[in-house]
């Protein structure tokens, strides 16, 4: 099952970023400056990068440092203008 929500993960985030290369370069600076295992990158449209999160505690953590995480993320892509989190439902 997790093999298949991350194959939809990977097909919708290159669907909404209209160049897939853009879409995994945002994953991977997300990863890098959260060092986080719990949380992924799952949209990114308008301007606006949703962020799953694996349970509600991390979603508050993810949540109190979300000016930060967004000013470093803009630093590579300035399209980036919010942040969204969300829990994952399984």
């Known amino acids: 099952m997790e093999l298949i929500k991350g194959i939809v993960s990977d097909v919708l985030g290159k669907m ?9 370069n945002i994953q991977s600076a997300w990863a890098n400056i959260s060092k986080d295992t719990g949380s992924k990158v799952t949209d990114f ?33 300035p399209a980036i203008v919010k942040l969204n989190f969300k829990v994952e439902s399984k």
């Open 45 to 77: 449209k308008n301007g606006t990068l949703t962020i799953s999160a694996d349970s509600s505690m991390r979603l508050v953590r993810l949540n109190l440092h979300r000016e930060q995480f967004l000013k470093e993320l803009q630093k590579e892509f």
């Open 16 to 24: 909404s970023s209209q160049a897939g290369g853009y879409f995994q």
